[in-house]
């Protein structure tokens, strides 16, 4: 349409497996197209990009509750309906296998293979006390002024 | 602002009455402002697009386990709030007709008279085995990459 | 980009802590970036609005059962998440008074200082019975077509 670059940005702030999977389906579908994508994770979105595997970080007791009751990773995450105490997230990586459907993990490594900015929101990390490197590698960090910046030069906007 | 048509797009994720409802208040009043306009129906959201009265159509067992646990069409639907075991949506359809709001059938009803394009995700229609003669009719099928088409054109693109 | 001011909607469907302090960190972002910022709130999120103590109205019986079930104000809203029948609230103000973040009432408080158009939806204020003086004070009364008036020149646009 124009010149320049098309420019996507998503505010993922939903940590639900179902949400998360829309979220890069459109990013990456946007990067194929050649937008310049970003990815801006706040509030539950964030736990999206946890890594599996929870390394040796201090905490306070709050951000050691935050850290405990909330999912750890892509693999963790429950559904926003039918979820039924986690069968939910079963049946649907159960059909998407099914069907080569790439799962979360996949999606997000993909989403970085093709240059998707992955932004933590650095507001929410103090507030929850999630540090970076409890993070996935090359997420960036972030705070409303970064996202508005992309946001106000692009067309597609969403709030997941 | 511009010669061509505006366009607005809407992607509805969600699969509640309050939700869809509000989707398709701003679809038609976009389209009474002469936007083309297009909902992209993902996940939960096809449900709203369920024909009332399932036709025969074979499927696998998840298939049929997914066509069973969710909602079949727009009368059907839970609320994303004050759900109260089904009587949040009885009293939100009872305030509704009494202060003669349209229904969420008859909102859907209208989209299709004023031109609102209705798409059915095709990922999720494999991935939840749900099938074209299920969905009402003149739904058009399409993956992200239609929905990118619009969405890219268009100023107003929510995700609802 | 453009010579005149840019402009940012978000429609504010939730009526959960959480998204709402997502909205209002957005909308007053904008607001310093000197976007003409406009919060159109609707269903559930017109409760984030409510004034703390009820104003002595006039109600039907269903006007009076939403007014009670629903919560009044910002101090009353539970979280789309860990909400953990009310804990979830409490600990995240506690974190956010600790790192010393606004509270949400002072989030809207710097939202209508920093000239923030807040506008309550009149369609919902009709089904749900909620009265102008139920509300904030500087509260604006709107309908789809203020908001859509507002969206078609805005850039980013959101649906919370």
Redesign the interface.
């Known amino acids: ?1 124009t010149e320049q670059k ?1 420019k ?1 940005t998503i ?1 993922l ?3 639900e497996l ?2 998360a999977i ?1 979220a890069f ?2 990013a990456n ?2 990067a194929a ?1 050649d ?1 310049e994508v970003t990815i801006f994770t ?3 979105g964030l736990n999206v990009l946890r890594k599996d595997r929870q390394p040796t970080v201090k905490k306070g007791w ?1 951000g050691k ?2 850290g405990w ?2 999912p750890r990773g892509p693999n963790k995450l429950g559904l ?3 979820n039924m105490i986690g069968m939910g997230p079963k ?2 990586k ?3 296998k ?2 080569n ?1 790439l799962s979360l993990p996949q999606l997000i490594e993909l989403a970085q293979e093709m240059g998707v900015k992955l932004v933590a929101c650095t ?1 929410t990390m ?4 999630i540090q970076q490197k409890e993070l996935l590698d090359d997420v960036e960090l972030g705070g ?2 970064a ?2 910046g992309d ?10």
Chains 1, 2, 3 share one sequence.
Request: net charge neutral; glycine share 6%; hydrophobic share 60%.
């Open positions: 349409m098309q996507t505010v702030f939903s940590g179902d949400k829309a389906i459109i579908g946007a197209y937008h706040t509030f539950w709050l509750v935050f009751v909330m926003s309906n039918l049946m649907i159960h059909v998407m099914k069907h459907a507001m103090d507030l929850l006390g409303v002024a996202y508005l946001a106000s030069e692009a067309r597609v906007n969403l709030f997941i």
